[in-house]
């Protein structure tokens, strides 16, 4: 039944560069899944490695993280600080044998509609691939393991 399978994913996108790209993708009427759920921040910078793993913890099939380009961020390295971040938590998924590819950090522009797009329909597409994270008993009632 993975065919049937609709992942959940939320993106934590900063209100500068990756939430205006969103809105421009919006904006130009480009095609990507409804299954995103977007969270607008001040800046990626603010995202908490607990802020992660609870969006997991509440059903989350996968993740991401989306800030300015390198170099560019509004409030000058908060966008470092969230890809450093991402990259940490990714390694305490793997630690205790949850897939990391659940999980991505992605640089945006304000003006990049058309990659935000691409982005969605790349992770949805991924986690797809993976099926429902381990955490969804719900769903992974459904793929008949017993649960």
Not at 64 to 92: P, Q, S, T
Not at 104 to 123: C, D, K, Q, T, V
Not at 126 to 140: A, D, Q, T
Request: neutral net charge.
């Amino acid at each position: 039944m993975a065919g049937d399978f609709e992942p959940k994913i939320v993106a934590f996108c900063c209100h500068y560069c990756a939430y205006s790209a969103a809105d421009l993708a919006g904006s130009m009427r480009l095609q990507y899944p409804t299954n995103i759920r977007i969270v607008e921040m001040t800046c990626s910078g603010n995202i908490d490695h607990r802020v992660i793993l609870n969006a997991f913890e509440e059903g989350a099939d996968g993740v991401y993280v989306a800030g300015c380009m390198e170099g560019d961020c509004h409030f000058l390295k908060g966008n470092y600080r969230a890809k450093k971040r991402v990259n940490h938590v990714k390694k305490l998924l793997e630690e205790i044998g949850f897939d990391s590819r659940r999980l991505e950090f992605y640089n945006l522009s304000a003006a990049m509609g058309p990659r935000f797009a691409e982005i969605a329909n790349e992770m949805t597409q991924r986690i797809k691939e993976l099926g429902p994270s381990p955490l969804n008993k719900k769903e992974n009632g459904k793929e008949g393991d017993g649960k």
